[in-house]
């Protein structure tokens, strides 16, 4: 039995979407490659071998699972270079042209397009509806005759909605246009068709896994110039000795997260809905997101009247970790750009919580913060300069 009282400090943790403790299944098959089996996979002599069969090994498991080929799977240090080798590696292979994203998209593909941008790249940053949905309509209009690259998230790490990337894929492939998907915050927690997906990110610490870890995919025949050069490491895609003792980790954490992916869905959806109609009852609130194609562990409010800021400081004092945003950005005072996307006030969007749940989440973890989030709100608005 997992002592969650040592892995979550006796409180009660609310923010699964930010990142994850490492399952303590997955620290026990990293063990025995910080000492024993510490080699580089370079090397010609045993220990070295070894790694490497490892590696390939875990190459082949990760590919089995995403049902694609183990040549097209990359290991990198996460979704952030993931993300940056999809953009930037796409634009360089090419020299010009016209990318297409979301105005919901994580920063790690945000900032990368802004930095094509003055670099001569042009991007479409596409709208999305008040759910937070890209429509593949929008996707179809918005491709040029120099288009070299759409991408779409998956899931929002924001407020869960869940993009329709099949459709979104098979626009992309009818147009022939490379399609990439941040899938960060989905791969291991729901279904991801690889059907019509070109180029796909995921991460480590989303899964249980290690913090430092992560895949590209990259579909045979997709063409990208390498960010890192050096000794050729990763087939050529990614120069640097691979962090075997992670890279396992991100494999098992993987296998385990497919394995009970259906069990721990249904267990996250009937959290989230005890959590919503307990949230909805507070005057003032409302979801963000989609309400039902969204990802099982997020529940993202807005509260009138408050700021956002206040309520995560004091529901910290009260033993509860919660974000009001994306926590790459939790320490920036700018409204969360999710928000303003799906058309809410800078003044709505600073009221925001959100609440992700996840495999160490239990019942009673969901009704400490419904006893506490509403007096929490009042209090708030009882001091709250925007209230009339």
């Given at each position: ?5 040592v892995?979550?400090?006796?409180k009660?943790?609310?923010d699964?979407a930010a ?8 620290v ?5 490659f910080f ?5 580089n996979?370079a090397?010609?002599y045993?220990v070295?071998?070894e ?10 498991k990760?590919?089995r699972?995403?049902g694609?080929k ?11 270079e993931s993300d ?8 360089f ?12 998209e ?8 802004e ?9 479409t ?11 593949p309509e929008?996707v179809e209009?918005?491709?040029r ?5 759409v991408?779409?998230m998956h899931g ?5 909605t869940?993009?329709?990337i099949?459709e979104?894929?098979?626009?992309c492939?009818?147009n022939?246009v ?13 279904p991801?068709?690889?059907k019509h ?11 249980y896994?290690?913090k430092g870890v992560g ?7 997709t063409?990208l110039?390498p960010?890192?050069h ?5 087939h050529g ?6 962090n ?7 494999t098992?954490?993987?296998?385990l997260?497919?394995k009970?992916?259906?069990?721990e869905?249904k ?9 919503i ?5 507070i005057p ?5 997101g989609h309400?039902?194609k969204?990802l ?9 009247f ?5 309520l995560?400081?004091?529901l ?5 970790e919660?974000?009001t945003?994306s ?10 750009h999710?928000l303003?996307?799906?058309?809410l ?7 925001s919580l959100?609440?992700?749940?996840g495999?160490?989440?239990k019942e009673?973890?969901?009704e400490?913060v ?12 009882k001091?709250?300069?925007l209230?009339k």
């Amino acid at each position: 039995m997992i002592n969650i009282g040592v892995i979550m400090n006796e409180k009660v943790y609310m923010d699964y979407a930010a990142t994850t403790p490492v399952d303590p299944r997955v620290v026990d098959a990293m063990k025995p490659f910080f000492t024993d089996k510490f080699g580089n996979s370079a090397a010609l002599y045993s220990v070295g071998q070894e790694a490497e069969q490892v590696l390939e090994d875990c190459r082949r498991k990760v590919a089995r699972i995403l049902g694609v080929k183990p040549e097209e799977i990359f290991f990198t240090s996460g979704g952030t270079e993931s993300d940056n080798l999809a953009l930037k590696g796409t634009a360089f292979s090419k020299g010009k042209g016209h990318i297409i994203t979301s105005k919901i998209e994580h920063h790690a593909i945000l900032h990368p397009a802004e930095w094509l941008e003055k670099r001569g790249f042009s991007v479409t940053y596409l709208p999305v509806d008040k759910y937070g949905t890209v429509s593949p309509e929008s996707v179809e209009q918005a491709i040029r005759d120099d288009t070299i690259l759409v991408s779409v998230m998956h899931g929002n790490n924001e407020i869960g909605t869940l993009e329709p990337i099949d459709e979104i894929g098979k626009v992309c492939r009818k147009n022939n246009v490379p399609f990439h998907t941040d899938a960060v915050q989905t791969v291991g927690k729901v279904p991801v068709n690889m059907k019509h997906v070109d180029m796909l990110s995921s991460s480590s610490h989303k899964l249980y896994g290690p913090k430092g870890v992560g895949i590209i995919f990259v579909r045979e025949g997709t063409k990208l110039v390498p960010l890192l050069h050096g000794g050729g490491h990763e087939h050529g895609m990614r120069s640097g000795t691979e962090n075997i003792a992670s890279i396992v980790g991100y494999t098992k954490a993987l296998e385990l997260a497919t394995k009970e992916m259906k069990k721990e869905d249904k267990r996250l959806t009937e959290l989230r809905r005890k959590l919503i109609e307990g949230l909805e009852k507070i005057p003032d609130s409302w979801l963000n997101g989609h309400p039902e194609k969204r990802l099982a562990g997020n529940v993202h409010f807005c509260f009138r009247f408050i700021e956002g800021e206040s309520l995560i400081l004091l529901l910290d004092q009260k033993g509860i970790e919660a974000s009001t945003g994306s926590a790459c950005s939790s320490k920036s005072l700018k409204p969360s750009h999710v928000l303003t996307a799906i058309g809410l006030k800078p003044e709505e969007a600073h009221g925001s919580l959100r609440l992700t749940m996840g495999r160490f989440t239990k019942e009673e973890d969901v009704e400490k913060v419904l006893e506490t989030v509403p007096g929490v709100v009042e209090r708030l608005r009882k001091i709250s300069p925007l209230r009339k």
